[in-house]
Structure formats: C-alpha cells, structure tokens
C-alpha cells in the first residue's frame, strides 16, 4: 500500500535495489532454475546456459545477501556446495510466473509494436 501523500516511484526509494536485483534476467533465470529443489552451481550455470560464472556468482551472492539463496557447504573432498530458494525466494515463483505468462500472452503484440517502431524510426 502507498503510503498518503506519495507516489508509487517516491514509495518504491527505498527498496530500489531489491528491485533492481529481483527485477534482473540473472536473478530471475536463477529463481525458476531452483524452482524445483537445490541445485549445485554448475547445475545452475548449465541450466541457464549464456552466463558467465562471475556474474553467477556475484549474482548468487547478492540473492544469498538479499535472504532469496540459501548456500550450503559439505564438507567433502572437494567441499560441494548446493544453493536453494529460501521460503522468501520461493514466495517470487508465483509473481515471476505471472510476469512470464504475462510476456507469452503479449509477445506477438511487443513484436508488432517494436517492428512498427523500426519502421517509424527508419524513415525518419
């Protein structure tokens, strides 16, 4: 809820890196990759296939720091580490889910609308 006498952008301040982080495509690839259970991180960089392994990592960190990644270590030799959604992390399923469909069911539309606008800008 907005609170009296501010805007939705005004309300949102505060959280803007949360949605920065939440609202990026590495973020939101890992969220479904460990929709289905814990995964070791090269299970997650093979699933999400185009990412480098810095950026998993720093972005596993960030979701780990956020309370959305849960980072196990066993103490084996090597050490094997597996990562899973924490109940927060699982509370983004249904509204990334939503946003998916919602892209799905639009997708022709954006497609029309961005070549109308290649168009447009073409012969300007």
């Known amino acids: 809820m907005i609170p009296e006498g501010q805007s939705l952008l ?7 890196q949360l949605l920065a982080r939440i609202g990026d495509k590495w973020s939101v690839l890992i969220v479904m990759a460990l ?14 296939g185009t990412i480098s392994q810095r950026m998993l990592t720093l972005t596993l ?21 597996d990562y899973e959604l924490t109940a927060l992390g699982q509370s ?3 509204p ?4 998916g469909q919602w892209a799905i069911d639009h997708e022709a539309a954006i497609n029309l609308a961005q070549q109308d606008y290649d168009l447009r800008q073409g012969s300007a």
Do not use: H, W, Y
């Open 10 to 16: 005004t309300s949102c301040l505060p959280v803007r």
């Open 92 to 94: 983004l399923r249904a």
């Open 35 to 48: 929709c289905d259970g814990p995964r070791r991180f090269n299970e997650i960089k093979r699933d999400i």
């Open 96 to 99: 990334l889910q939503e946003l």
């Open 61 to 81: 960190r960030g979701m780990e720091r956020d309370g959305l990644v849960l980072r196990t270590v066993t103490p084996t030799n090597p050490p094997r580490v």
